[in-house]
């Protein structure tokens, strides 16, 4: 058991994959009318989505503790795993890098702390990665070369159903917020190099669909696919049916986490994908 690969609940892996590929998943915390729920594992995600709308008070979301990870460390050097990489979600979207990093110090360079600069499953296809390339035992540096790899290659993109769930997160002014619901825009983010950039609006979720899948197919062939959504999963599977070109295997059909959801409200729609090596 040379190499251990740890990962934190952004990354939205399946449990039955994380299972498989022996991936050591710590939960993100939201706050929740006061209350702090596990990431993942104290509320259903549908159960979130059906309640944000109605919040009077927004959630809120925080990292686990630097402890809880060290903690973490510690068990698996225990159980005689020789390093650790550790993948995370981006750190201009969390605390939890830098959390990480301040776990990893103890350990005398054994825990390698790796900014996935992505977040959903752009997070996660590099996780699982990772992990397929250490159950086989591969070396550190080729593992760290296969991240990078899949990280080059991901594409995540997503459309939003409203703007007012960015504006409580502080990412858009409540101007923009305003005009933007009054117009009923649905903007349009791509993840990329750590950060989400808005690069369009549409007015209506038809057309929002269409460029999705637009987007979609003009990525090419491609190696993983994942169709995210925040409780629409009808939409996500037309998605995918729509996507008629051929597909790699075992897609998925995520329900975005409760601490992306957060900041990007329900019925939002989106993919994540890993264009094929020509």
């Not at 939205?12 to 710590?26: F, K, R, T």
């Not at 989505?49 to 503790?65: D, G, M, N, V």
């Not at 005689?80 to 939890?96: A, E, T, Y």
Request: charged share 20%.
């Amino acid at each position: 058991m040379p190499t251990a690969i740890v990962t934190d609940s952004t990354a939205d892996i399946p449990l039955e994959i994380a299972q498989e590929l022996n991936i050591h998943i710590v939960p993100n915390i939201l706050i929740l009318d006061g209350k702090e729920y596990a990431d993942g594992i104290d509320i259903s995600r549908h159960e979130f989505y059906e309640r944000l709308p109605y919040l009077q008070i927004p959630p809120t979301t925080a990292t686990a503790s630097s402890g809880t990870y060290n903690r973490l460390f510690e068990e698996l050097i225990r159980l005689g795993f020789n390093q650790i990489i550790s993948i995370h979600v981006s750190k201009r979207f969390s605390g939890v890098f830098n959390a990480v990093s301040v776990a990893a110090q103890p350990f005398g360079g054994r825990i390698h702390v790796i900014d996935s600069q992505q977040v959903t499953l752009g997070l996660g296809f590099q996780v699982c990665d990772a992990a397929e390339a250490a159950q086989s035992d591969a070396p550190l540096e080729v593992i760290l070369n296969r991240i990078k790899g899949v990280r080059s290659r991901v594409r995540v993109f997503a459309m939003l159903d409203t703007l007012e769930f960015l504006h409580r997160s502080g990412r858009v002014s409540w101007a923009r917020a305003r005009i933007g619901n009054l117009l009923r825009v649905k903007p349009f983010i791509e993840v990329k190099d750590g950060q989400a950039k808005r690069i369009a609006d549409v007015r209506t979720r038809r057309k929002g669909f269409e460029r999705l899948l637009s987007l979609l197919k003009n990525l090419g062939p491609l190696e993983k696919l994942a169709l995210l959504h925040s409780n629409a999963e009808n939409e996500a599977e037309k998605l995918l049916e729509a996507y008629n070109t051929k597909l790699p295997s075992n897609p998925f059909i995520i329900n975005v986490t409760t601490t992306i959801g957060t900041h990007v409200g329900p019925n939002g729609l989106g993919f994540a994908a890993v264009v094929k090596t020509l």
